[in-house]
């Protein structure tokens, strides 16, 4: 995948970096794609109801469970994961170890010392 036509757009209005950028025509039409399965199916829309799940008081809140081919997830886990990656690339440019989890590491280390 490639950065050009991507936009990324920083915002720190509180303690962590928000990036808003844009994703692929593909991406949003799979993604539309799966929103019109869901909502338009009595049985996905009923079990894939996330109003309860969610914060906020929306008259509709959906998961996308089943409502993908395993090559349409395929692409969309590829695309999200690549935009993760960037952002992440893109933060430690902005900050130096913005993509490490010291408290993660922490963990993984006394869990690695406590099984020796």
Known sequence: ????GRH??????FGP?????????????????????VRNNKKLKKKNDYRNRLAG?????????????I???????????WLASEF??????????FGKNRIGS???ESCSQSHR
């Open 1 to 4: 995948m490639s950065l050009e």
């Open 71 to 81: 090559k349409e997830r395929q692409i969309i886990n590829t695309e999200l994961r």
């Open 88 to 97: 992440t690339k893109a933060g430690e440019k902005l900050q130096p170890g």
């Open 8 to 13: 990324f757009k920083w915002v720190r209005p």
């Open 106 to 108: 922490r963990r993984m």
């Open 57 to 69: 008081n929306l008259s509709e809140e959906y998961s996308f469970a089943d409502a993908f081919t």
């Open 17 to 37: 970096y928000i990036v808003q950028t844009t994703i692929s025509d593909e991406l949003h039409k799979l993604l539309l794609k799966g929103s019109k399965k």
